[in-house]
């Protein structure tokens, strides 16, 4: 079992440098203008072993979200609460952490990330993906069925577009502190719209109510 531990770790590990190399040379020189070839050659790898690990290029920067895909489900599994409540919550303490998925997070090196992923149409185009990859661990940890996937598809939506709102005052000069009161209040609205359509995800109510 050690064995095998080590060998994901190594993958993991080469998943890691792979795409940081991959998005250095993109931020360096334009997603279009890097080759595939280009990013194999920097990372000491071949182009059939990158493509192993990553099967189109812009899964070399996407891959940085991996962790955050399921983060929604993982949030209403392991919760005690209301599912939007749950959500909620976790919104909310990502902003004050300054967590990089909120949008509410000043360092360059993340605004010129978030500037690379919704400046490059190839990359918009294979975010909703990632998007859909996300409803869909959420639609079943809600439960499963029409339902659950309206719901999580309205829930995904919310956190993408309060955090694409605080990204882009941020990147338009606005400071983290003058926005947090802002981004704030959005959450709170937002998710309270959401409770007052889905108040049976909001512990206000049941489903057959």
């Keep these: 079992m050690a064995e095998i531990g080590l060998r994901e770790r190594k993958k993991q590990r080469m998943y890691e440098v792979v795409s940081e190399i991959a998005i250095g040379l993109f931020l360096e020189k334009g997603f ?4 595939v070839a280009e990013v194999a050659a920097a990372a000491e790898i071949s182009k059939p072993t990158l493509f192993r690990y990553f099967p189109s290029k812009e899964d070399l920067v996407l891959y940085r979200f991996a962790d955050h895909e399921d983060e929604a489900a993982r949030v209403v599994r392991g919760s005690d ?6 959500l909620r919550r976790r919104f909310l303490e990502g902003l004050a952490q300054g967590d990089p998925v909120t949008g509410l997070n000043g360092h360059p090196g993340v605004l010129a990330f978030h500037s690379l992923l919704y400046g490059t149409p190839a990359l918009v185009a294979r975010l909703y993906g990632y998007l859909e990859r996300s409803e869909a661990a959420l639609a079943e940890a809600l439960g499963g069925g029409l339902d659950a996937r309206l719901a999580a598809g309205q829930i995904i939506a919310v956190q993408r577009i309060l955090a694409e709102e605080n990204w882009r005052r941020i990147a338009d000069g606005e400071r983290v502190e003058e926005v947090r009161a802002d981004a704030e209040a959005a959450a709170r609205r937002a998710f309270g719209l959401l409770e007052a359509g889905l108040p049976y995800l909001g512990g206000t109510e049941s489903v057959t109510e």
């Design 32 to 35: 279009d203008a890097v080759s």
């Design 81 to 86: 609460e209301a599912p939007l409540r749950a």
